[in-house]
């Protein structure tokens, strides 16, 4: 299977990172985060933004604000052609481990109804899901899925 020979890093995000970052935000998002978005994320010793690199390259990101203890992930992100290598689950126990030792007890997200793929993985982390914000994206308008590991 591809994953078993995907050669892989997950660091920290660095400032080398945000502009290839922001293509793969591009392509993936409809309300993408700019550079500037990203650039204020490396003075807030409250986050941690992990990268993950493949093939020599940025691949994708992934990121959580600590909130009273709590993990505030966002910003999962994967590049088309990297996606279904098992990036995303790397980065994601990544930061689940770093957000244990940094202190949090419980991390939550919302992702999209319609997200299949997130979903899945999500679950595979073992969050759950505990309630519908609706309405809480826009372009397109769509309810989100509120999920927790605890
Ligand atoms: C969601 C996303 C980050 C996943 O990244 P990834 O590196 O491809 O994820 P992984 O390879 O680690 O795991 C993907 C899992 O989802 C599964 N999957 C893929 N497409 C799926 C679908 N349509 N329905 C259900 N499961 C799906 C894969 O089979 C895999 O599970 P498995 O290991 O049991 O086979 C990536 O698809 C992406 O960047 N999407 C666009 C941005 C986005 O939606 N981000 C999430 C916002 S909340």
Redesign the pocket.
Known sequence: MA?ETLQKEIRKLQEEDIEPLSRIEAE??SMPWSPQDFRALLDRDYCIYLVALAEGEVA?CCGMTNICREGNIDN???AER?????????MLEELIRMGGEAGITAFT????VS????I??YE?LGFVSEGIRPGFYEKPTEDAVIMWKR
């Open positions: 994953s993936s998002f994708g999962v992100v994967v990297f996606r279904n290598r098992g990036i995303a689950r790397a997200l919302e992702v999209r997200n299949a793929a997130a899945h993985l595979m």
